[in-house]
């Protein structure tokens, strides 16, 4: 969620306010590096910043490393968007969170729907970074997956499987189904 927040809101900037090339870079950076090199370099600045580590680092961690997919996912949906319908709102006296609430983000539900769906599906299948920035007393899901393979795969770790592969599907039939009752409704 925070992720896709933030995403949506770095996709906006990047592409309507800024024409920087070496902010487009950062912007992107976190989904450009190795998960090793990324995870090091937050549990460094973790330490740097002396913030403690625990549920907390791994969402903020996760959140930035989402944040660059989700950004280029909106981003591409923010090219391919009508900027007119957002002229025609501010001539007709909105202002601009009017504007980007009742116009924009209506435009770019798609690409933000399927870059949280990507964020998401990365999320999960993070094991290094959030082994680097959990404590030790709150693993993550991947990391308690992880710890119990290394014995040998239990019934335990296949129900696990099969509840998350459920629960993958349904969201993304949900997602196309609410995609596809938006676009219906929007053509009318």
Known sequence: MLATVLGTLL?????????????????????????????IGLLVFYDV?????GLHSVILSHALFGMAFVAAVVRTRLAHADS????????????????????????????????????FTLSIDEFVIAFFTAAPTEPTLPIVIYSMIRFGVTPEINALASILLLVSFTVVIVAQRMTKIGEFRAQD
């Open 11 to 39: 996709a906006v900037g990047l592409a309507r306010h800024t024409r920087s090339k070496l902010l487009d870079a950062l912007g992107l950076m976190p989904a450009i590096l190795p998960d090793l090199v990324l995870a």
């Open 49 to 53: 910043v002396q913030f403690s580590l």
């Open 84 to 119: 007119s319908l957002e002229e025609a709102s501010r001539d007709l006296g909105a202002g601009p969170v009017t504007t980007f609430v009742r116009v924009t983000l209506p435009q770019l539900a798609p690409g933000i729907v399927a870059g949280a769906l990507l964020a």
